[in-house]
C-alpha cells in the first residue's frame, strides 16, 4: 500500500501563488507516476498535471504556463507550483500516485486525501 500525504493548499487572491506538495511513503518498489487531480463542485474529477519517474510533464491546457510540477524522486514527493491564480482554479486539489509496490511488484493507482485550494476575485 502507498499512502499519499498533501499539504499547501488554502486561500489566495486571484493572481496569487500556492504551492501544493505530495509525499508517498509505504511499500513502494517504484513510482511510475505522479500528479494532481481537481475538482470542483458539481463538476468532475480533471488532471492537472503529471510527471513520471523520468521528468516528462503533461499539462491540463487550462494550467499550461502557470503551473508546473515538479519531483524530487529521493523523497517520492511531488510538487506543484502554482502562480497567477484565478477564480476558475477553485478546486479541491488530489495527489495521485501510479507505482509498484513490494512485495509481489503489484501495480497500483493511489489518491491522496485532497486539499483545498480556494482563490477569490
Known amino acids: 500500500q502507498v499512502q499519499l500525504v498533501e499539504s499547501g493548499g488554502g486561500l489566495v487572491q486571484a493572481g496569487g501563488s500556492l504551492r501544493l506538495s505530495c509525499a508517498a511513503s509505504g511499500s513502494i518498489f517504484s513510482i511510475i507516476t505522479m500528479g494532481w487531480y481537481r475538482q470542483a463542485p458539481g463538476k468532475q474529477r480533471e488532471l492537472v498535471a503529471t510527471i513520471t519517474s523520468g521528468g516528462s510533464t503533461n499539462y491540463a491546457d487550462s494550467v499550461k504556463g502557470r503551473f508546473t510540477i515538479s519531483r524530487d524522486n529521493a523523497k517520492n514527493t511531488v510538487y506543484l507550483q502554482m502562480n497567477s491564480l484565478c477564480p476558475e482554479d477553485t478546486a479541491f486539489y488530489y495527489c495521485?500516485?501510479?507505482?509498484?509496490?513490494?512485495?509481489?511488484?503489484?501495480?497500483?493507482?493511489?489518491w491522496g486525501q485532497g486539499t483545498q485550494v480556494t482563490v477569490s476575485s
Open positions: 495521485n500516485c501510479k507505482a509498484l509496490t513490494r512485495p509481489a511488484l503489484r501495480y497500483g493507482d493511489y
